[in-house]
């Protein structure tokens, strides 16, 4: 959690229009959308480090 990201009130309304829909597909349960996205994220990331390492691999 190194790197901190500063939204403009355009951005930021954006964000919570797209939480408040991510939330709604989950019934209203916060805790388990917030759960889902974490996984999400992590899968994410795991294919960017993959993609990473394949570029320091080919230089």
Do not use: Y
Not at 9 to 37: C, P, T, W, Y
């Amino acid at each position: 959690m190194g790197h901190i990201v500063t939204l403009d009130s355009r951005q930021e309304a954006a964000l919570q229009a797209i939480a408040d829909k991510f939330i709604a597909q989950h019934k209203g349960d916060v805790v388990k959308a917030l759960k889902e996205m974490i996984v999400l994220n992590g899968h994410l990331q795991e294919r960017l480090d993959a993609m990473e390492g394949q570029r320091r691999a080919t230089r």
